[in-house]
């Protein structure tokens, strides 16, 4: 999924974004993910990979959220509902996204996603 952080309660990408931002995108990416993990029954495996510290620090529970509580809350939710269903870990790179572990790989990389969002988004990709 491709995009700005959705901000309107209303509207069918919400995960709970206050307001846009680099620390709100990323863990609305990290949402993205978990929620991809909840809707695809499967028991493999998977690794979701993240370039922000603090997105995934939040989702843990490391770190307590001070704004975007809503958002905080729903990366939690959705990181114990996919802890439910099968083997996940959280792991640092500073290029990939999410790497699900299926007998074929798929790969969101950061910068492919800058260098392409915007044709995909003229092209109605998502």
Same mark, same amino acid.
């Given at each position: 999924?491709?995009?700005?952080?959705?901000?309107?309660?209303? *509207?069918?990408?919400?995960?709970?974004? %206050? !307001?846009?931002?680099? &620390?709100?995108?990323? #863990?609305? $990416?990290?949402?993205?993910? @978990?929620?991809?993990?909840?809707?695809?029954?499967?028991?493999?495996?998977?690794?979701?990979?993240?370039?922000?510290?603090? *997105?995934?620090?939040?989702?843990?529970? %490391? !770190?307590?959220?001070? &704004?975007?509580?809503? #958002?905080? $809350?729903?990366?939690?939710? @959705?990181?114990?509902?996919?802890?439910?269903?099968?083997?996940?870990?959280?792991?640092?790179?500073?290029?990939?996204?999410?790497?699900?572990?299926?007998?074929?790989?798929?790969?969101?990389?950061?910068?492919?996603?800058?260098?392409? $969002?915007?044709?995909?988004?003229?092209?109605?990709?998502?």
């Amino acid at each position: 999924m491709l995009g700005p952080v959705e901000t309107k309660h209303d *509207a069918t990408h919400f995960k709970g974004a %206050e !307001y846009g931002s680099n &620390n709100t995108g990323k #863990l609305t $990416a990290i949402c993205e993910g @978990l929620l991809w993990t909840n809707t695809h029954e499967n028991a493999n495996p998977i690794a979701i990979y993240y370039d922000s510290k603090y *997105a995934a620090k939040i989702t843990t529970e %490391e !770190y307590t959220a001070d &704004n975007n509580e809503y #958002l905080a $809350a729903t990366a939690r939710n @959705l990181l114990q509902k996919a802890l439910t269903k099968r083997k996940l870990d959280l792991n640092t790179s500073k290029d990939i996204v999410m790497i699900p572990v299926t007998t074929q790989r798929t790969n969101w990389r950061t910068k492919a996603l800058k260098e392409n $969002a915007a044709e995909q988004l003229k092209n109605g990709i998502t």
